[in-house]
């Protein structure tokens, strides 16, 4: 699965390994192994190893790394560098200036690399980070940033941090994943903040539990209303020569196209990897 066409993100901490298989099972588009938050300092080691054999399981698995500017971090990266099966994207945490993300991509050419922005350092410099040529999406990581902005991790607390990350995000043109919902019993209040995340512009949301998987598939995932929808304002814009028209009743010109051809090129992103 392409990062331009992600909706869901799954992790699975590496301290569990037989969760790993597990997830698979799920009908997330990728499942990311977490060798930072979910496991423990004296762990690290072996959660390592576990990671990494584990990615010749799919190619549907990426992969979280501790923080480039941590030993552990290093020591992670190293090792993939050293590793025959690369993850479909690789996760760096706490990413703070464009010169993180080089290192990485010196180290692992060809990697696509997906930047974590949770301190207020790092969201100043979004835009520089996500115009690296590396990166293939960006991630907001609300966790982090609560913790740093002293707040609750909830929309509304938060809401400024991620305008001013998809503004950044929306600069270098690269897709914007949402922070995992933490209450797993609440699935109004999932359905809720993935219809939110995708009003302001978010493409995905990641998730820590596989049953969070289809809510957020059927809210980001185009619905047969969205795609019929764009198909017959497609062809009622291409009828017109392109130029601006009126349309059941709204205007249809070239910006408004823009979201309409998005959606299907989704749309027909998601069916082929299901018929594959």
Not at 13 to 26: D, H, N, V
Not at 155 to 184: K, N, Q, S, T, Y
Not at 230 to 257: C, D, S, T, W, Y
Request: charged share 20%; net charge negative.
């Amino acid at each position: 699965m392409s990062a331009a066409y992600l909706s869901t993100l799954l992790f699975v901490s590496a301290a569990t390994p037989a969760r790993i298989q597990k997830a698979l099972a799920s009908d997330a588009d990728t499942i990311c192994i977490d060798l930072e938050d979910s496991v423990p300092a004296g762990s690290k080691a072996a959660a390592r190893i576990v990671a990494l054999e584990a990615l010749s399981l799919s190619s549907r698995l990426s992969l979280r790394t501790n923080a480039v500017n941590t030993t552990a971090g290093l020591r992670d990266l190293l090792a993939l560098a050293d590793h025959a099966n690369r993850p479909a994207l690789l996760l760096i945490p706490k990413v703070e200036s464009a010169a993180e993300i080089r290192i990485v991509a010196n180290l692992l050419p060809g990697m696509p690399i997906v930047p974590l922005i949770e301190t207020p350092a790092g969201l100043r410099e979004t835009a520089r980070i996500a115009a690296e040529v590396s990166v293939a999406a960006m991630m907001f990581g609300g966790g982090d940033m609560s913790a740093e902005l002293g707040v609750e991790l909830a929309w509304e607390p938060l809401l400024a941090a991620r305008g001013a990350f998809l503004l950044g995000c929306a600069e270098a043109a690269r897709p914007a994943i949402d922070v995992p919902f933490i209450h797993l019993d609440d699935t109004a209040g999932l359905t809720q903040e993935t219809r939110c995340a995708k009003a302001i512009g978010f493409q995905a949301k990641a998730a820590i539990h596989p049953a969070q998987i289809d809510i957020i598939n059927t809210v980001l995932r185009p619905s047969d209303q969205e795609i019929a929808d764009a198909r017959e304002a497609i062809a009622a814009f291409e009828a017109a020569g392109g130029a601006a028209i009126r349309f059941k009743g709204r205007m249809l010109e070239e910006p408004v196209m823009r979201r309409f051809r998005r959606i299907l090129a989704k749309s027909d992103h998601q069916r082929s990897n299901n018929d594959a």
